[in-house]
């Protein structure tokens, strides 16, 4: 069915939003020991990992810019995802196979797939190259796990950023190993991708963007995701 193929498409790049998770925070610019000099950039980051595996739920934003070459991509989704039970909860927008979708509602509970076409939900199997939203926050196989798989990690200036431009957010720029990207989204054919995470001065992961080679026979891309609020708790319920 063509509508359930693009339906889950959309579904498929929320998670290429699980490939690179990136933010905004809300900081007074005081400084923490999660981001000071005195703390590697290494640390930094399995610092940022341990924040996330801790948190009950997030809310973020998923979006690029740029024009894949292919017939089935993202342009933005948003979305609250949380730990315990693992669920998904949101809407994305794209192209997929050529036909524009917008605010295509996804939900992800228990292990099943729904997506709202036809003006209902219906539950479909996800392919093999999709991984399920609900388990980016998995501690072992979901967007924390980049963190710490990161290589060649340089710690940036702290700047100000976020949409009053009244946050600090300290950059740092890395390389991540195609191999731990593939745990997120098992065909993306990229042997390695260049990452910015920002962190706040909570030592958060607020956001990030992932550069590299998304869909096979593609152009590199680049995914943006920002983390507007964590320790979300919400109630994910089967549509």
């Known amino acids: 069915m063509p509508i359930l193929h693009r339906t889950t498409a959309a579904a498929a790049l929320v998670l290429a939003a699980s490939l690179g998770l990136s933010a905004c925070s809300d900081d007074d610019g005081s400084g923490s020991s999660s981001t000071s000099e005195d703390v590697s950039p290494e640390e930094s980051l399995a610092a940022a990992k341990t924040v996330l595996d801790g948190t009950s739920g997030v809310e973020l934003t998923l979006a690029t810019d740029d024009t894949p070459d292919s017939e089935a991509y993202l342009t933005e989704a948003t979305g609250v995802i949380t730990a315990d039970p693992e669920a998904f909860e949101g809407t994305a927008s794209g192209t997929f196979e050529g036909v524009p979708a917008s605010d295509v509602e996804i939900v992800s509970v228990?292990?099943?797939?729904?997506?709202?076409?036809?003006?209902?939900?219906?539950?479909?199997?996800?392919p093999k190259c999709v991984p399920d939203p609900a388990g980016l926050l998995d501690p072992t196989s979901g967007f924390g796990a980049v963190l710490t798989e990161a290589t060649q990690v340089s710690r940036g200036e702290a700047v100000r950023g976020g949409a009053d431009n009244d946050e600090i957010l300290t950059p740092y720029s890395a390389t991540v190993p195609g191999a731990a990207v593939q745990n997120l989204l098992p065909c993306a054919p990229g042997a390695e991708f260049l990452a910015t995470f920002n962190l706040d001065?909570?030592?958060?992961?607020?956001?990030a963007d992932l550069t590299g080679e998304f869909f096979e026979g593609g152009s590199e891309l680049t995914y943006t995701v920002a983390i507007d609020a964590y320790d979300v708790e919400q109630e994910i319920t089967k549509p």
Do not use: E
Request: hydrophobic share 35%.
């Open 201 to 207: 001065d909570d030592g958060r992961l607020r956001t």
């Open 110 to 126: 228990g292990g099943q797939v729904y997506a709202q076409i036809f003006g209902g939900f219906q539950d479909f199997d996800l």
